[in-house]
Structure formats: C-alpha cells, structure tokens
C-alpha cells in the first residue's frame, strides 16, 4: 500500500508522521471531508512529501489498518506464546484482541462505513489487512498443525480469514448486540474449537486441561 520505489529513500519518523496526523485529521474533519492538505499541516510536511510516500488517502487508510493490526501483535502474542493449549490460547488471544481493538484510535476510523469505502478503492487492501493479521497467526496454525492438533479438513487460510471477518466485525458492527465477553468465549469454545482442534489428540496430550476446557463450555 505503499510507494516503494527504489530510488526513494523511505524516513521512519516522517512516515510516522504521516500517519499519525492521519488518524487526527479523520477524527477532526471525519474521513470523506479530511484533505491531503489537512494532513500535510498536521503532519508538518509539504503536501507532495505524503504523496512519495502513499499515492492517496486511500493507500493511507490501508496503512493507518495494517498498523492497527501490528500494534495488536504486541498485545496478543504473549498470549498465544503463553498458553500451551491451543484452543483456548485461540480464544483468548481473540478476546483480547477484540476488547482492546474497541478502544483503540484508529479501530473506529477503519470499520466505519467511510472507512470501509476507502478500503475497497483501493486494490489488495484485503491481502494486506490478511498478511498483517497472518504475520502474527500462521507461525502459530503452522506449530498447532505439525503438532496434529488442528484438524486436516481445516485450511490454515480459511482459519485465518475466518478469524479476521470474526475479529472486523465484532469490533465494528458487533456492539450492537451487548455480547458479554462470557458469552463471545463460551460461544468461541463451543462453535469455533471443535471445528477446529482435534479433541482426541488433545485429550491425549493435555488431559487434565481438555477436560477442564469442556466441562466450562
């Protein structure tokens, strides 16, 4: 989603920058009335800078998405790194993602309806929002699938865009239904585990846990 030619030379803080004054601005102004000129004032940078940098607002709300995303692979990881068992190292790294996902500044600016007519302007912005998403999910789906506990009928694909539609949509348009987070795990362990995990090898390997785990679902 970025300007990646190879005779420019790409500045961290001023892309930082860039985007950062791109969250403000959406705030400030709403996304459909915010001008490359109010970012470039925000951004303390000439107006032809952020188009060296991303060709449109568009490629910028991608960015602004694929930060978000990445700040939340800090905040997640610990928990899928953590947790040995793997359904409920899934569930938890989802809830946490999505009870922090609804209070972070650029979450409500990304699954807004202006927000998600951006990102459809813009071509292989669903690839980059499932790459961000899969830089922190598929070395775990990988580890959890060598190790026989995800089921062989379950693609490491589909899982991963199951898991981002799951995650978009209830920090977007889910509020409207009060789901309490008891609800959305006793939900996740009873829809999501068993079409994913493989409960006899589970129940093999962590006895005294899978047994645990099903008698709370």
Avoid at 37 to 65: C, M, N, Q, W
Wanted: net charge positive.
């Amino acid at each position: 989603m970025k300007n990646t030619g190879s005779a420019f030379h790409r500045d961290a803080e001023i892309e930082n920058r860039i985007i950062d004054a791109t969250v403000k601005c959406f705030h400030r102004f709403g996304i459909h009335k915010t001008s490359m000129d109010d970012i470039a004032g925000a951004a303390k940078v000439a107006r032809p800078t952020i188009y060296r940098y991303f060709p449109s607002r568009h490629h910028l709300a991608v960015e602004v998405l694929v930060r978000e995303i990445r700040d939340h692979v800090r905040i997640t990881a610990p928990v899928l790194q953590e947790e040995k068992y793997p359904p409920q190292a899934m569930i938890d790294a989802i809830i946490l993602a999505v009870s922090t996902s609804r209070d972070h500044p650029y979450t409500g600016i990304i699954t807004s309806d202006a927000g998600s007519e951006l990102l459809a302007r813009v071509p292989g912005s669903d690839k980059a929002l499932l790459d961000a998403m899969g830089e922190m999910w598929l070395q775990y789906l990988s580890l959890w699938r060598k190790q026989g506990y995800i089921r062989a009928s379950v693609r490491d694909d589909d899982l991963l865009l199951w898991i981002t539609f799951y995650m978009y949509t209830s920090v977007g348009k889910g509020d409207f239904l009060a789901i309490t987070e008891d609800r959305m795990r006793r939900m996740l362990a009873r829809l999501l585990a068993p079409s994913v995990f493989d409960y006899e090898k589970l129940a093999v390997d962590f006895p005294a846990k899978h047994k645990r785990f099903l008698s709370k679902t």
